[in-house]
């Protein structure tokens, strides 16, 4: 079972580079580029890493990348 679940990630980590952005995201993320910006979504970091690290300029964008590995209680009653 486990071995399941890991090639399942390792296909779903293989998709991320062709994830395209939510139409005006990147436009939105280049307007606001002198605003502090901070990252927490309800993934691993290194997942967050993964994800945005195939949209140019991204990364750079956030003072801050909080992921569920950095906190106690991640969803349903997250602490991020």
């Known amino acids: 079972m486990k071995m ?14 062709e ?3 939510l139409p005006g995201a990147d436009r939105l993320i280049a307007h606001l580029h002198k605003v502090p910006l901070a990252l927490a979504p309800n993934s691993l970091r290194e997942y967050i890493d993964a ?6 300029g991204w990364k750079e964008c956030f003072l801050a990348i909080l992921g569920s590995d950095h906190v106690k209680s991640g969803k349903p ?4």
């Open 4 to 17: 399941i679940s890991c090639l399942r990630m390792s296909f779903v980590v293989c998709r991320w580079e």
């Open 19 to 21: 994830a395209k952005a």
């Open 51 to 56: 994800k945005i690290s195939h949209h140019k």
């Open 77 to 80: 009653v997250p602490d991020l």
